[in-house]
Structure formats: C-alpha cells, structure tokens
C-alpha cells in the first residue's frame, strides 16, 4: 500500500490560503500598465455591447469608446464595470476547491459567462435607471449591483461546489 501524503494544512486552511495567493496575484495584475490597456479594449467593447442593447431596446444612445451618449444620458464605462473581479473571484474559488479538473474546467467557463453577461444586464439597466431614475443610479451603481455581484459568484461557486458532489455521485453508481 502506498503511504498518503500528508497536507501541511486542513483542507480549509489550504484552500483559503490559495485563494488569498490567487486573489492576491489579481490585484497586482491590475497594477500593471499592460493589464491597463488591455482592460480599456474590453471596456470599450463592452460599451459597445450595451450600446446595441440599448439601440434595440429605443433609446437612440451612440458610443464612443468606452462611453455611451443619448440626448438624456451619459455613461462611462469604468475599471470596475467590468465584471472581471467578480469572475476572477468565481474562478479563484473555482481553482482551489479540491476536485478534478475535468469538472472545473466547465465550472470555470460557464460560470465566468454567466458573469460577463450579467454585467450587460448591469450596465443596461444602470443606463435605463439613469435615464429614468436619475436619483437612484448611484445607488443602484455603487451599493446594488455590487452586493448582486458577490451574490452572484458565491451562489455560482455554491451551485458548481452542488453540481461536482451530484456528478462524483453518478460515476460512483456507474463505475463497475
């Protein structure tokens, strides 16, 4: 019988510390000047995003760059309008949650889409709430969406932590 390799930490100590190191790695990336650049590109296309959105939805809004414009509004489309921290958080969990990568691999992918995706949900509905209810968009803004966000990764995280329990479950069963 081979001899187990002993953790130098409970599971719960591990994983917390690997999180920290890769949560840790994220907020240092977003020091670099490259991650600068390369995070405007994406912001601008998710202006751009939102812009179509807004267009089929009648608000007659035009983009330039990372800002969408309407006769009614304006809005800029910010480091922290990008969803990115929220999925780099999913993801960190993700990646340091025991378990093959086999299941990970599409937690990760589905779940960082899922993300992306409601940050277009967000920032159409902070353009709409701006242009209707102006008094409500720095709350919306800064204290609404953001606690949806962590909501969001958690219950994600939450559901794959479900998801990988009930698969181990069913190729217990069907394994010979």
Known sequence: MKPRYRQPFPPMVGFALRFILLMSLYYALVLLPFFDRLLYSYLCANARITNGILNVLGTDSHVFEATIRSARFVMN???GCDAIE???FFSAAV???PGPWAAKVPG?????IVILAFNLIRLVSLYIIGIRYPKVFAVAHLEI???GFILLAVLLFLGWIAWTRGSRRVEAHVAP
């Open 86 to 88: 929220p999925a780099w």
């Open 145 to 147: 969406w953001p606690a």
């Open 77 to 79: 489309v910010r480091r």
């Open 108 to 112: 990760l992918l589905l779940g960082t």
């Open 95 to 97: 990646i340091c949650f």
